[in-house]
């Protein structure tokens, strides 16, 4: 595009007349883009031309444009995956220093898993309608039935250990974050003789559970919206857990340690921890207590505080812990390092939580589920001395 300057007639051939300045902010206004592409102006006796004196730079194609923009996300993920590595050196170092639970001289805590005993065998097509969490699987496949029947069975197994059948004595077992009764109903089912209760906050979770029971025709369980802490209050002989978020799992633990029962508990999210509470996604069901809570310390061991974990390299474990895996990374491929050291971190944070309990007088071992369990698998059993 080419602009011409107004010579003044009264002005010499060849010389441009001086603009006011209201003439050059209303020229300036008038072609603001001729001013930021690099274009000069000359005169000439016979009139005034602009010339460019270097085309522009050539535009990116589409296709340059998502190319510079995978270098760029591939050299983000290099660094961010260099960074996690750095970070995951300096817990493994941490993490070498722990021999919890009386392990034999020269364990690490990584061996400190015991051998799960004998499952128990269930008979899932015997159980009454609406027991089996295989048949109540909505969503998630085969796979997630099958998940949660390991789950359920998990349970079952260690449970097993604490109620004497030849007895005539009926016990009260707890589900606290029992959800819509997967774990509770089974276990109900299989032990006829003894009492269950499951106590949820979620009003609906609580209302879908009644209704299962109804449809079941079991007449030993029940469930309730209620608190943790009603341990007490509702007579628990035994508390269980199944995966209730962040510090719940620690309220259940602290329940049964403060009332001296016996506790079967499958941690779930620990990167949900935080000081002073926890940020659960589903927080009406996972916060199952008080919201004037106590404070509860991290790391919770003496063993883990004098191996030199602080606050801050607790909630990093806690928060690599709970990665759950990206595309391209199998979190339960044992082979697979950005899977394994999670898992590694997670136990550390288990094995902290059993020392804790260890050190409260309670005989603790920690045992993991069998395969296609999920991710989440660690099994914390506990029995006061």
């Known amino acids: 595009q080419n602009m011409s300057l107004a010579v003044s007639s009264s002005a010499p051939r060849g010389r441009i007349a001086p603009f006011s300045d209201q003439s050059v902010r209303r020229r300036r206004d008038a072609y603001p883009a001729h001013r930021t592409r690099g274009h000069v102006v000359r005169t000439s006796s016979s009139q005034d031309v602009t010339e460019p004196v270097a085309a522009a730079p050539a535009r990116w194609t589409e296709e340059e444009k998502r190319q510079k923009q995978r270098e760029h996300r591939k050299r983000n993920r290099q660094r961010n995956a260099q960074a996690v590595n750095d970070k995951v050196e300096g817990l493994i170092a941490d993490f070498r220093a722990l021999n919890p639970l009386d392990a034999p001289e020269g364990e690490q805590w990584a061996d400190i898993y015991?051998?799960?005993?004998?499952?128990?065998?269930v008979a899932?097509?015997?159980?009454?309608?609406?027991?089996?969490p295989f048949g109540t699987n909505k969503k998630g496949g085969e796979s997630r039935g099958i998940r949660k029947r390991n789950q359920v069975m998990t349970f079952l197994t260690h449970l097993r250990e604490f109620l004497d059948e030849e007895s005539e004595e009926s016990k009260c077992i707890v589900d606290f974050g029992c959800g819509t009764g997967n774990v509770l109903m089974t276990c109900a089912a299989m032990f006829p003789k003894h009492k269950f209760i499951g106590v949820d906050l979620n009003k609906t979770s609580v209302q879908i559970l009644q209704k299962r029971i109804v449809e079941s025709g079991l007449t030993n369980v029940s469930a309730r919206v209620g608190l943790i802490e009603e341990c007490k209050e509702i007579g628990a002989d035994i508390a269980l857990a199944l995966h209730v978020c962040?510090?719940?799992?620690?309220?259940?633990?602290?329940?049964a340690i403060e009332?001296?029962?016996?506790?079967i508990i499958a941690p779930c999210c620990v990167g949900k921890l935080q000081e002073g509470g926890m940020r659960s996604l589903n927080r009406m069901r996972n916060d199952l207590i008080q919201l004037e809570k106590k404070h509860i310390d991290r790391p919770r061991s003496t063993?883990?505080?004098?191996?030199?974990?602080?606050f801050e390299t607790y909630?990093?474990?806690a928060t690599l812990a709970d990665w759950s895996g990206h595309q391209g990374v199998d979190p339960?491929?044992?082979?697979?390092?950005?899977g394994m050291l999670p898992r590694k971190a997670k136990s550390s944070i288990e094995a902290d939580r059993a020392e804790y309990a260890r050190e409260k007088n309670y005989d603790v071992r920690l045992y993991k589920m069998p395969s296609q369990s999920g991710i989440r698998d660690d099994v914390i059993v506990g029995v006061p001395l």
């Open 114 to 121: 015991r051998t799960t005993p004998e499952a128990m065998d």
């Open 124 to 132: 899932w097509e015997t159980l009454p309608p609406k027991v089996d």
């Open 246 to 255: 962040g510090e719940a799992t620690d309220f259940v633990m602290n329940q």
């Open 259 to 263: 009332h001296r029962i016996p506790f």
């Open 303 to 310: 063993l883990m505080k004098s191996s030199g974990f602080d």
């Open 315 to 317: 909630m990093s474990a």
């Open 332 to 338: 339960t491929d044992p082979d697979e390092l950005l």
